[in-house]
């Protein structure tokens, strides 16, 4: 559901953000990037699955001796009734991701398995940090490394767009306003007139501000429509749609913005996981509806659009006694859009053996996820390697962009 002004709105002169979770959170003044000679004007979607996705149960390797002992009861096959859809042969995907399925043999999509973050714990709370901080422990900063990609981003033409209203700015675009004339402005339980007044207030202190802050009265207005709205006994899945149809709608007009992130929660599997059905294949289901949103939401942008999800770690490669998975390390990361160089699962596979598992428990990551998300802002957004080694991944030089992943 869309959540209406109520704790903060975010006013700058550089940034496109666009956040969700259910909610939106964003700010002013998007800039369109400056253009290759070919017109591309791109778009990068960031969707983070907090709770620790199993990348196992999500595609799985079907191909590897150990996968079907260790997961037990919730193994995936490509036999029989909700058989996993083929990927090649060795990977297969979960049967509740058809439009990702499409969109990988179409070539959009593609895979990177046995990732993770440079976090080797098991607390959600430190692994959705460095996931969202972009450094290599956790508590290191009060920043996202998205907020910090946003300010390197080469200049180009600016769009004099609205705020996007919402709770406050998770960790992954958080940060220090990249320009002056950034200034937040609180809003508690703000309801239309409170924010009208607030607007009026300004109009005579500051007709900028106070001109961003109607428009953006009217985005949040315009994201919260009829097909925004959160339809009576809608669930986990359906909300997911809901929200990236909105965030497709908004991403698509020209002066909307170019940057988006959204978060949902509600992965952690510890019990009664399910195979090809049960909690798990809902979970799917609804993030896979969310893909097919924005690809039908963004229409011809949609070629120069980049979607990344990620996760914070993945689940341990043995299922427990209640038929779930317990927090673990190796796991996946997605890419969608018409940008992708897909229709691959790239990895560089451990195997399952026993004396393969990190720790004896877990998939064990052999790419570091920061790797593949540099990979993107540097071929698709044309973010310098150093910058993204020195200031959005601190101290990360060692993890070189993966080459290859934009067509």
């Known amino acids: ?26 700010s002013a003044y998007l800039p369109r990037f400056a253009r290759a000679a070919d017109g591309r004007d791109p778009r990068l979607v960031v969707i983070i699955l907090r709770g620790a996705l199993d990348g196992l149960a999500t595609v799985a390797p079907v191909g590897d001796p150990d996968y079907a002992g260790l997961h037990g009861a919730i193994a995936l096959s490509t036999d029989g009734p909700h058989a996993a859809t083929a990927l090649d042969g060795f990977f297969a995907l979960h049967p509740s991701m058809p439009e990702f399925a499409r969109m ?3 070539k959009h999509a593609a895979v990177i398995h046995a990732v993770a973050t440079p976090y080797r714990d098991r607390s959600h709370f430190d692994g959705q940090d460095v996931l969202e901080s972009g450094f290599a422990g956790p508590g290191r900063v009060q920043s996202g490394w998205l907020n910090r990609a946003l300010d390197a981003l080469p200049r180009g033409e600016r769009v004099m767009s609205a705020l996007a209203v919402g709770p406050t700015t998770p960790l992954v675009l958080r940060g220090p306003a990249p320009t002056v004339g950034w200034a937040p402005v609180t809003l508690p339980q703000a309801d239309d007139d409170t924010a009208m007044r607030l607007v009026a207030l300004y109009q005579h202190r500051d007709v900028a501000l106070a001109s961003a802050l109607s428009q953006g009265l009217q985005l949040e207005k315009a994201a919260a429509g009829d097909d925004m709205k959160p339809k009576p006994g809608a669930n986990g899945a359906a909300a997911m749609r809901q929200v990236a149809r909105g965030a497709a709608k908004l991403m698509a007009a020209d002066d909307g913005p170019r940057i988006g992130a959204l978060a949902f929660d509600g992965w952690d599997t510890h019990a009664n996981e399910g195979g090809p059905v049960g909690r798990l294949a809902q979970l799917l289901g609804g993030l896979d509806g969310a893909l097919a949103e924005f690809e039908s939401g963004l229409g011809a942008h949609w070629r120069d659009t980049v979607v990344v999800v990620a996760t914070e770690f993945g689940r341990t490669a043995r299922i427990n006694g209640t038929e779930g998975t317990d927090h673990g390390t190796g796991t996946i990361a997605l890419l969608a859009g018409g940008a992708v160089k897909g229709g691959r699962v790239i990895t560089d596979w451990p195997t399952l053996k026993p004396a393969s598992l990190y720790e004896g428990r877990d998939l064990a990551p052999t790419t570091d996820l920061r790797a593949v998300i540099k990979g993107v802002l540097s071929d698709h957004l044309g973010i310098a390697e150093r910058v993204l080694a020195e200031r959005v991944f601190p101290d990360s030089a060692p993890a070189k962009p993966m080459q290859g992943l934009i067509a």
Do not use: K, V
């Open 104 to 106: 990988y043999h179409d």
């Open 1 to 26: 559901m869309i959540m209406t002004c109520r704790e903060s709105l975010l006013f700058t002169s550089r940034r496109a953000l666009l956040l969700g979770g259910a909610s939106f959170a964003a």
